[in-house]
């Protein structure tokens, strides 16, 4: 049996979401050449449109369509605190707990030196501008409770308090090993409320 | 925190792929359009690409960027002999033991009236103009042999048998409940050997 282009193309591509092996991949395309090429349509029109539209909050490094977030916009918010996440998800973890008035910094991962994701790959110094703006009075580490989420928040602080800045972790409330998106809001609440300086 | 246009519409849409639901179709999001661009973009264009491309045989019933893919029109297969299958996964499962030198039809699906699949959607009238060309003599059922399998090779035995033609299923050397992607070659081989008349 000969090889088909277009077909083998995308199932290749398909390889590229996280989780998706090579059988998954093969499965899918089949899927949606023959049950819903609709799906498939819109998949790959999203796919494009959003690759021209979002991008990283000019401030915060969240995923936004403008150049600066809704969020980093409102006034409402406290500009002396600044909560640093490891992704949108963690933030919207931490907003629906309502414990948390401040801003936030979302590094769009963690360090993971094993994995090769190193300081630079995290925006520490997108971070570091941002911590120094002079209006940040307190930075509230909100990374995961694991192995990277912990070294990313120790490397974190040591740079920030070695910029004179107030650094201060979530409390344990959260379990050790246990990472914010499966954990319930009222845990993280009281984490919040009992954040330490660190 | 507002929604985002453009990043919820392509979450949204990964969830039309098989076996996606809402929290990896996110985790996708985020990953692509944080550490993969470059990925999303090729998942974008293969995915548009492959629907103007790919089609399904008109003799065959398989995805072919041509009118009819190249195994029906090798004029060294055996066009006495024709082998229905489920899927094109199944096709290559059989093409790989080499002991099958016939055509095939492939249904792109299986009977599964609980999932409100009926015989108009696995491509029945075409598989039995297809059967009826007045040169196939022998119909070969390799559909699965679990539930769904049986009972679709059933149908089109029934169907098949009306009209004069012999119908045979491939031996039981498949294990019951097994489905043949997951089958080793050497058992498909003498299931193949060992098939006998309906
Ligand atoms: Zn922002
Ligand atoms: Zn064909």
């Given at each position: 049996?000969?090889?088909?282009?277009?077909?083998e193309?995308?199932?290749?591509?398909?390889?590229?979401?996280?989780?998706?092996?090579?059988?998954?991949?093969?499965?899918?395309?089949?899927?949606?050449?023959?049950?819903?090429?609709?799906?498939?349509?819109?998949?790959?029109?999203?796919?494009?449109?959003?690759?021209?539209m979002?991008?990283?909050?000019?401030?915060?490094?969240?995923?936004?369509e403008?150049?600066?977030?809704?969020?980093?916009?409102?006034?409402?918010?406290?500009?002396?605190?600044?909560?640093?996440?490891?992704?949108?998800?963690?933030?919207?973890?931490?907003?629906?707990?309502?414990?948390?008035?401040?801003?936030?910094?979302?590094?769009?991962?963690?360090?993971?030196?094993?994995?090769?994701?190193?300081?630079?790959?995290?925006?520490?110094e997108?971070?570091?501008?941002?911590?120094?703006?002079?209006?940040?009075?307190?930075?509230?580490?909100?990374?995961?409770?694991?192995?990277?989420?912990?070294?990313?928040?120790?490397?974190?602080?040591?740079?920030?308090?070695?910029?004179?800045?107030?650094?201060?972790?979530?409390?344990?409330?959260?379990?050790?090993?246990?990472?914010?998106?499966?954990?319930?809001?009222?845990?993280?609440?009281?984490?919040?409320?009992?954040?330490?300086?660190?």
């Amino acid at each position: 049996m000969k090889s088909l282009g277009s077909l083998e193309q995308l199932s290749e591509a398909l390889r590229r979401l996280p989780g998706v092996g090579p059988k998954s991949a093969l499965r899918m395309t089949y899927h949606l050449l023959q049950h819903d090429r609709e799906g498939a349509e819109l998949i790959g029109r999203a796919m494009l449109s959003a690759l021209n539209m979002v991008h990283n909050c000019s401030l915060c490094n969240t995923f936004t369509e403008n150049e600066t977030c809704e969020l980093c916009l409102n006034q409402e918010r406290e500009r002396s605190m600044l909560c640093v996440v490891e992704s949108p998800s963690d933030q919207l973890m931490i907003e629906q707990t309502m414990t948390y008035k401040g801003l936030y910094f979302v590094l769009m991962g963690r360090l993971s030196p094993l994995d090769g994701v190193g300081p630079q790959h995290i925006h520490l110094e997108k971070l570091v501008r941002r911590a120094t703006d002079g209006q940040v009075r307190e930075v509230v580490l909100a990374t995961n409770f694991n192995n990277e989420g912990e070294a990313t928040a120790h490397y974190i602080s040591e740079t920030l308090k070695a910029r004179g800045l107030l650094v201060s972790r979530l409390a344990r409330g959260v379990p050790v090993g246990g990472e914010l998106e499966y954990v319930d809001p009222g845990t993280i609440a009281r984490a919040m409320l009992d954040r330490r300086v660190t």
